[in-house]
Every structure is written in structure tokens, then in C-alpha cells.
């Protein structure tokens, strides 16, 4: 499977949330880097607390979504260019952004994002 197709694979999983799915893709050592301006915001480690972060957030936002529009490949990283959007209790937000995707050394498995 080409990086891309894993990038997808991860954000597909993700969107129908398949969070089990998911974990699968990511290193057991893995690191996500989130804003410091988002609920659970900062650095989680391990992809047992990426995976609890990403589970929590419906305890935040009534309704959340990541659409990726392109999938760059980037050789050992892979960019993804998309729209997030949430909404909760009537108050919103819509937000581009670009996240990068590296494959780690061991299977092929994701080991970052941000």
C-alpha cells in the first residue's frame, strides 16, 4: 500500500469512525501534535492515547468532521490538505488545515501526525 493509500485508508477510518480501524494504522510509539487551541490540545504519545484523545471528541463538539481535498505525497511523509468543522451548543468553527502524515520504520505503520 503507497503512502497515500494509507493516509486515506487512516482518514477514512477516522470519518466513519472506526476508531479501532484506525488505531491499526498508527505506531504503537506514534506522536499527534494538536493546537493548544482545541480541546485536548498538545502532544499525545503512544497510539493507545492518540486513539483515547480522538475518542473524547464527542464530549466536546456535537458535531466534528475532516474532510481531506488532497493528498500530496511527499516521498517518506504525506501532506494532507482538507477542511475540519464542529459545532456545539450553536457556536461553530470551519478551519483549513494541512497535516503531515510520515510512515515510520517498522511495517510501514504511520508513527506521526500534526
Given at each position: 500500500?503507497?503512502?497515500v493509500?494509507?493516509?486515506?485508508?487512516?482518514?477514512?477510518?477516522f470519518?466513519?469512525?472506526d476508531l479501532?480501524?484506525?488505531?491499526?494504522?498508527?505506531?504503537?510509539d506514534?506522536?499527534?501534535?494538536?493546537?493548544?487551541?482545541l480541546?485536548?490540545?498538545?502532544?499525545?504519545?503512544?497510539?493507545?492515547?492518540?486513539?483515547?484523545?480522538?475518542?473524547?471528541?464527542p464530549?466536546?463538539?456535537?458535531?466534528?468532521?475532516?474532510e481531506?481535498?488532497?493528498?500530496?505525497?511527499?516521498g517518506?511523509?504525506?501532506?494532507?490538505?482538507?477542511?475540519?468543522?464542529a459545532g456545539?451548543n450553536?457556536?461553530s468553527?470551519?478551519?483549513?488545515?494541512?497535516?503531515?502524515?510520515?510512515?515510520?520504520t517498522?511495517s510501514?505503520d504511520?508513527?506521526?501526525?500534526?
Amino acid at each position: 500500500m503507497s503512502n497515500v493509500d494509507t493516509a486515506r485508508s487512516a482518514y477514512e477510518a477516522f470519518g466513519r469512525g472506526d476508531l479501532e480501524a484506525l488505531k491499526e494504522m498508527l505506531a504503537e510509539d506514534g506522536t499527534w501534535l494538536t493546537s493548544d487551541e482545541l480541546p485536548l490540545g498538545g502532544e499525545s504519545h503512544g497510539r493507545d492515547e492518540i486513539i483515547g484523545n480522538f475518542a473524547q471528541i464527542p464530549n466536546y463538539w456535537s458535531s466534528f468532521s475532516v474532510e481531506p481535498e488532497e493528498f500530496i505525497d511527499a516521498g517518506e511523509w504525506v501532506v494532507v490538505r482538507g477542511t475540519q468543522r464542529a459545532g456545539h451548543n450553536g457556536d461553530s468553527f470551519e478551519a483549513p488545515f494541512a497535516h503531515l502524515m510520515p510512515r515510520g520504520t517498522r511495517s510501514g505503520d504511520s508513527s506521526q501526525g500534526r
